[in-house]
């Protein structure tokens, strides 16, 4: 007998035209994906896909059962929404992130989960390849900077990463009396906040030195804040980060915050919130997404209240 999750790898691989690639985007390994469509085969006894020049191809067979298919898996969402009540789950929603600022991200997030599911959990975790997460199983959320994502996953737009001089109180820089210039941040050294992403995007001083060879400044790198404030307390060390980071730097005492040069300052990228297709229709996952919905909306009317009191990330 099929599954539902049979139904949905079928749509899967016929979707991504291969086997392997359908069955990853389930969570499922290669010969996790091999084993299922040879047991689907049997029970259907026919083919479902054929090889076609740009990869597998539908039969007439599944031309003919995909309306169906399509059918029991939509009832089966809606049965299962139906069924969704946060005041009684006890789900555990896995985050996966490195990002700096998501102690203020979750800040918000979580009183907001917790009232209306006391029951629930929430796992925020780390990850060495954040996409692969999702794509396995292994977290139903990340929180990344939105650079060079896959093409098959969904995203919601969290806040614009405004970037800053994070640096020690009364650093040469803050004494400059003039107008900074990217001479100025070249000649300091600079803690470069790692993001675990090897190709894409390594940290928020990416692109703003293209003069240079890849770190060749950096004389302290590392994926933990504390470390980083620490270290630029007792040193003329600077960093370049997100503005939500340096709030959070700026509460420990003994640093500032100034503006980039202008010259620097190019558009900013997103902070966002990413999930697998998978994933998409899942109504808990769709009740979360709810929540970080309503904080995306209460931080930009923060932002906004601080600049017209002339306060906010520094320009």
Not at 2 to 10: H, I, M, N
Not at 112 to 131: G, S, T, Y
Not at 174 to 187: C, K, Q, S
């Amino acid at each position: 007998m099929l599954s539902l999750r049979d139904l949905r790898f079928l749509l899967e691989v016929e979707q991504a035209g291969s086997i392997t690639r359908g069955g990853a985007s389930l969570g499922l390994s290669p010969s996790s994906s091999s084993r299922t469509m040879s047991r689907i085969r049997e029970i259907l006894r026919d083919e479902c896909f054929v090889p076609g020049q740009g990869g597998l191809l539908a039969t007439d067979r599944f031309d003919r059962i995909r309306p169906v298919i399509e059918q029991m898996l939509r009832c089966s969402q809606e049965l299962t929404a139906s069924s969704f009540d946060p005041a009684r789950t006890t789900r555990t929603f896995r985050i996966s992130t490195v990002m700096a600022e998501v102690e203020h991200v979750l800040g918000g997030v979580v009183p907001a989960v917790l009232r209306e599911a006391p029951h629930a959990r929430i796992d925020v975790c780390k990850n060495e390849n954040e996409f692969e997460a999702l794509f396995t199983r292994r977290a139903d959320f990340s929180i990344v900077t939105g650079i060079e994502l896959p093409a098959d996953v969904h995203y919601m737009n969290l806040y614009r990463l405004d970037r800053v001089i994070l640096l020690r109180r009364g650093h040469p820089l803050t004494r400059i009396g003039r107008a900074l210039t990217p001479e100025d941040l070249m000649r300091c050294g600079r803690v470069s906040i790692r993001t675990g992403r090897l190709n894409s995007w390594t940290g928020p001083d990416q692109s703003l030195f293209p003069s240079e060879r890849y770190m060749q400044n950096t004389r302290l790198s590392t994926t933990r804040l504390n470390v980083a404030w620490e270290a630029m307390r007792h040193t003329d060390l600077i960093c370049i980060c997100g503005w939500r980071a340096a709030e959070i730097a700026m509460t420990r005492g003994g640093l500032t915050a100034i503006a980039l040069p202008r010259e620097m300052n190019a558009t900013n990228p997103w902070n966002m919130l990413i999930w697998a297709d998978f994933m998409h229709h899942d109504p808990a996952c769709k009740w979360l997404r709810g929540i970080f919905s309503d904080w995306s909306k209460q931080e930009k009317a923060r932002v906004e209240s601080l600049a017209a009191q002339g306060k906010g990330p520094p320009r």
